[in-house]
């Protein structure tokens, strides 16, 4: 919903050109990787992935660039930041382990290079050899398209675009300081974590985009919603899969089947160990 917001409202748009005029169309991709870098760091890949997909479709189509070109960056510079460099899922791992802190940051000597080559450089390689399809369902979703039948409207100005885009961040930021800030078990404490929670901070951030890509931009309430149903339909066969993966997934664990799978691995491992030495098993 925030990235369709996003697009009819012309602000994918604003950022693609804001972008294109900073680094020019001969550097977007590093522009991208950049970009993905810096909204990856507080918050977990599925959430940049889903802030920075409408503007990757729309630089592609302002700069008639291919979508790996532009994709590949982005998606590179996400996951490096997600594994190698001081985020929430590395420093989960940090508390789990007890680990030093300070070895984490060291992730980003192998992290930034990392990016580099899996991102602008393989991309500028395999873009040339492999040919996307010219149309596509999903891009249809974010490409803001008005420019060409109807009156070019006023897009949102950058600041108000990227404060939007940058919610979910700052939110899930100031959630990760909660038990700096207050003292635990107290209501500040717990307002802070609750609004710093993936979910909460991304339907915040769609509230908020209903008034600066919807009120603001000249937008009525029905035309608001029916933005949000469009893009219902093509999420829901997604969403229905990966919920029943989670459901069954669940059953097995519930039933005891997946406990016995690991026995039964263990018990087949066992026994080519004693096979290989020579010995009978029991």
Not at 120 to 145: C, G, R, S, T, W
Request: aromatic share 8%; with cysteine; glycine share 10%.
């Amino acid at each position: 919903m925030l990235g369709k917001m996003m697009a009819e409202s012309g602000g994918a748009e604003r950022i693609a050109n804001t972008l294109i005029n900073l680094f020019g169309e001969k550097n977007i991709h590093w522009a991208m990787m950049i970009v993905a870098i810096i909204v990856g760091l507080p918050v977990f890949f599925e959430v940049g992935f889903v802030l920075l997909i409408p503007i990757a479709f729309n630089v592609a189509r302002r700069t008639g660039k291919s979508l790996l070109l532009i994709g590949l960056p982005m998606v590179a510079g996400l996951s490096v930041v997600h594994g190698l460099m001081p985020h929430p899922a590395a420093l989960l791992a940090v508390q789990a382990y007890h680990a030093d802190i300070g070895r984490t940051i060291a992730g980003l000597i192998i992290g930034i290079p990392t990016a580099i080559v899996a991102g602008p450089l393989f991309a500028l390689m395999i873009h040339k050899y492999i040919k996307l399809p010219d149309a596509n369902a999903l891009a249809e979703q974010f490409v803001q398209k008005h420019g060409d039948t109807e009156k070019k409207r006023d897009l949102p100005g950058f600041g108000i675009t990227l404060f939007t885009i940058l919610l979910p961040v700052i939110l899930m930021l100031v959630g990760s300081w909660a038990d700096l800030v207050f003292t635990l078990k107290t209501l500040p404490n717990d307002l802070l974590r609750f609004i710093g929670q993936s979910d909460m901070a991304l339907l915040i951030a769609v509230l908020v985009s209903f008034w600066t890509f919807g009120a603001k931009q000249g937008f009525n309430r029905d035309q608001i919603q029916k933005f949000c149903g469009e893009y219902l339909a093509p999420i829901a066969g997604i969403t229905l899969i990966v919920g029943a993966g989670g459901g069954f997934g669940q059953v097995l664990r519930d039933s005891g089947i997946s406990q016995q799978i690991v026995a039964t691995a263990r018990r087949r491992r066992a026994c080519r160990r004693c096979c290989s030495a020579g010995l009978s098993p029991r």
